[in-house]
């Protein structure tokens, strides 16, 4: 490797490690100013360099032209929905047909919170970032890649060379989307109706660099095809994910029984107004994933998860 390549190699992890810092941990080393000048020296330096940019670095992450559409991407493991619980008694008959299907006593679950944005899938080639689609109907979705990697918090390259496939919610924090509706009244555009269709529109757009502008941000939260797919739990595979380097949410819990999920759903409803995003409610799993095997799913939603859902927010203004 030459001497400028290593230094190429040296600000690409420089940069890479303060966005993860910044986008991931939400916990910055260093201030915006040593950022942008460590950036504008690898741009420089890759300018003087053309024949050794990379794809994954970070100079990369808006692309050039527009698209002139969108391909479709076969989801190989489908992106299902959720069956939806309304009150605590649809939470118990959830569990108590869990028990009787499973012919156990006690299941742990898994509660997160259901983030109001846009599910996607970002596929992972030996490490590196490959492919991002939307979940469309959930076997077919849209490619927007060229969008994806807009987002700081996605990685371009995770901490282990593994080829998986990772799902989750692109969303539009609450301050972002507030920011976007001012100046689009500026210019007196139409304001988007809520954040969700703002993360929406944003990441159907064809052009990357209007996407970059968004602050888009995600939170991952399940994996969908992993050949090398070992962990027993929902709850390890979220630890994994985060040690790979995703950005998983931090109130995710682990619940013994179902009056601790209806605790968890309880103490939720009356904070979400404390939250930088919108949530639309709590997704709760099975945590042992053997027996998401045995319970399978329906037509189109698993029979070992239940999304409870919160009453419409009032709009974010
Ligand atoms: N943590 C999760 O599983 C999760 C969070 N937020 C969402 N909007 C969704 C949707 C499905 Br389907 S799962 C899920």
Not at 176 to 182: Q, T, V
Not at 259 to 274: S, T
């Amino acid at each position: 490797m030459s001497e400028v390549e290593k230094k190429l190699a040296t600000l690409r992890q420089q940069i890479n490690d303060y966005n993860y810092q910044y986008h991931v941990l939400d916990a910055p080393t260093v201030p915006d100013a040593e950022y942008d000048h460590v950036m504008q020296t690898l741009r420089q330096l890759e300018a003087e360099h053309p024949e050794l940019v990379t794809v994954d670095s970070p100079t990369q992450r808006v692309g050039g032209e527009p698209l002139a559409g969108f391909t479709k991407v076969e989801h190989t493991v489908p992106m299902l929905s959720l069956a939806n619980a309304f009150n605590e008694q649809d939470l118990r008959n959830f569990d108590r047909r869990v028990r009787e299907g499973l012919a156990v006593d006690q299941v742990d679950y898994v509660c997160e919170l259901k983030i109001d944005g846009l599910a996607v899938s970002l596929r992972y080639q030996d490490g590196q970032f490959q492919q991002g689609a939307t979940r469309g109907d959930g076997s077919i979705g849209e490619d927007i890649t060229h969008n994806l990697r807009t987002i700081r918090s996605i990685p371009l390259k995770i901490k282990e060379k593994q080829t998986i496939e990772v799902r989750g919610e692109a969303f539009m924090p609450k301050r972002s989307f507030l920011a976007l509706n001012e100046a689009r009244l500026e210019r007196e555009e139409e304001p988007f109706a809520n954040p969700r269709n703002a993360a929406a529109g944003s990441l159907r757009q064809l052009d990357p660099k209007i996407a970059a502008a968004r602050n888009l941000d995600i939170y991952l939260y399940a994996v969908g095809k992993w050949e090398a797919g070992t962990l027993a739990t929902h709850s390890e595979r979220l630890t994994y994910l985060q040690e790979l380097g995703f950005k998983i949410n931090p109130e995710w819990r682990k619940c013994q029984d179902i009056d601790e999920v209806i605790n968890y759903v309880n103490g939720w409803l009356n904070h979400r107004a404390d939250l930088a995003y919108e949530i639309d409610g709590i997704v709760i799993k099975i945590d042992r994933i053997a027996y998401h095997d045995i319970l399978k799913t329906t037509a189109k939603s698993p029979r070992w998860a239940i999304a409870f859902k919160f009453p419409a927010e009032e709009a974010v203004t």
